[in-house]
T-cell receptor
């Protein structure tokens, strides 16, 4: 069964500093994708970054990078140079890569990030 | 600017009434997801479609919920009869392809309140 765990209900970070949001996962499927989404107070879900299970390098998208440690089954999101606008809920998600019958994407419980001025 | 469109954005209804939520996926996307978000349960996958065919709706209460894709540009989620515990934000998301590498793009959600 799939499982996504985000152990930090809330995090504080000082503006302009870096912050790491933790995510661990559990799957028996060798092929899977890991995603991070941001949900600001407006409620929309914004895709941030993706990491494939077979990718050799950690994914990066601007100020976002994904610290992928496959053996530990962790996919932590690192936000560099935090900005006030980064204050939001952050969700880690995983999709298995089954060929037949489709696939599911499940989400962790989320981490609420507060950026302090 | 391609985006997933959900209607209505807000819905308040009385217990027992039928509720229909609509979603227009991004043109060309062949995978559609329905999620429900509550404070207690977080984001739950209710159902998803690939090429308009339902692949998995195991997350959906079958007795009152139904999801369909009448055509490639419309997905619907119906609740009949609605109950107060159905109050939540319902998200539709769409994606291109059916591999694990595809991210899902979310609509703005329908906030449902059942009184």
């Amino acid at each position: 069964a799939q499982k996504i765990t985000q152990t930090q209900p809330g995090m504080f970070v000082q503006e302009k500093e870096a912050v790491t949001l933790d995510c661990t996962y559990d799957t028996s499927d060798p092929s899977y994708g890991l995603f991070w989404y941001k949900q600001p107070s407006s409620g929309e879900m914004i895709f941030l970054i993706y990491q494939g299970s077979y990718d050799q390098q950690n994914a990066t998208e601007g100020r976002y990078s994904l610290n992928f440690q496959k053996a530990r089954k962790s996919a932590n999101l690192v936000i560099s140079a935090s900005q006030l606008g980064d204050s939001a809920m952050y969700f880690c998600a995983m999709r298995e890569g089954r060929v037949a019958g489709g696939f599911k994407t499940i989400f962790g419980a989320g981490t609420r990030l507060f950026v302090k001025a | 600017d391609a985006r997933v469109t959900q209607t209505p954005r807000h819905k308040v209804t009385e217990m027992g009434q039928e509720v229909t939520m609509r979603c227009q996926p991004i043109l060309g996307h062949n995978t559609v997801f329905w999620y429900r978000q509550t404070m207690m349960q977080g984001l739950e996958l209710l159902a998803y479609f690939r090429n308009r065919a339902p692949l998995d709706d195991s997350g959906m209460p079958k007795d009152r919920f139904s999801a369909e894709m009448p055509d490639a540009t419309l997905a619907t989620l119906k609740i009949q009869p609605s109950e107060p515990r159905d109050s939540a934000v319902y998200f539709c998301a769409s994606g291109l392809g059916d591999r694990s590498t595809t991210e899902a793009f979310f609509g703005q959600g329908t906030r449902l309140t059942v009184v």
